[in-house]
Structures are given as structure tokens and as C-alpha cells.
Nanobody, 124 residues
Framework: QGQLVESGGGSVQPGGSLRLSCAAS????????MAWFRQAPGMEREWVGT?????RTQYADFVKGRFTVSRHSRKLYLQMSSLKPEDTGMYFC????????????????????WGQGTQVTVSS
């Protein structure tokens, strides 16, 4: 049974930085597409960015150069800087055994495997 485990969340002041990590284990073959999603209380889960095994990345518009996704084999990272209070939420790692979807179809339903999430709180 495959497993995705996130780490690195925490509390930070506005303007601060955090680095999230996601480790994939137990899969019989490499996950072709890994992604970060986030969910604020009372809100729908939204896509943040993706990283493919060949190094290609894609980002949601709201990232605007503040976040960087990187991937090394079965580990996915999310470097977040210039954090804002609206970045507060649970951040989830997701994976699928297929290439990353087109941005226009980048929804949570496109991913079959999920981690438990790591909480990010941005507050002064």
C-alpha cells in the first residue's frame, strides 16, 4: 500500500518562509505526477503546484513567484516565501500514476493518492 507523508508545516509570521516535504513510499513504481494542494477552513481544496519526475513544474496563478516546487525521485518539496495570512491552511501532497494533468483540469479528483496533510498557519 502506497503512502505519502508530509512534514514541515508550522506557524510563521507574515513575510516568513516555510519548506514542506512529502515522501512517497510503498509504491510499486514511481509516481509520475506529484502535487501540492491546500485547504483553508470552510473552503474547497485548491491546487498549488505540481512536480513531475523529469523536473517540470506547474503553478497556480496565486503563487506568483512566492512558492517553488521541486522534486527528487519520490520526494516532493514546496518552498514557500513571503507568506501571507491567506496562505493559512492544511497542505496536502497528492500523487497519480500518470503525467500531470493540464492546468485547466488540475483538480483534486485527478489524483488518486493523498497524504494526511501538514498545517501551515501564517499569523502575526
Amino acid at each position: 500500500q502506497g503512502q505519502l507523508v508530509e512534514s514541515g508545516g508550522g506557524s510563521v509570521q507574515p513575510g516568513g518562509s516555510l519548506r514542506l516535504s512529502c515522501a512517497a513510499s510503498g509504491y510499486t513504481h514511481s509516481s509520475n505526477c506529484m502535487a501540492w494542494f491546500r485547504q483553508a477552513p470552510g473552503m474547497e481544496r485548491e491546487w498549488v503546484g505540481t512536480g513531475e519526475g523529469d523536473g517540470r513544474t506547474q503553478y497556480a496563478d496565486f503563487v506568483k513567484g512566492r512558492f517553488t516546487v521541486s522534486r527528487h525521485s519520490r520526494k516532493l518539496y514546496l518552498q514557500m516565501s513571503s507568506l501571507k495570512p491567506e496562505d493559512t491552511g492544511m497542505y496536502f501532497c497528492a500523487a497519480r500514476f500518470a503525467p500531470c494533468p493540464n492546468i485547466r483540469t488540475m483538480t483534486s479528483s485527478a489524483f488518486a493518492f493523498w497524504g494526511q496533510g501538514t498545517q501551515v498557519t501564517v499569523s502575526s
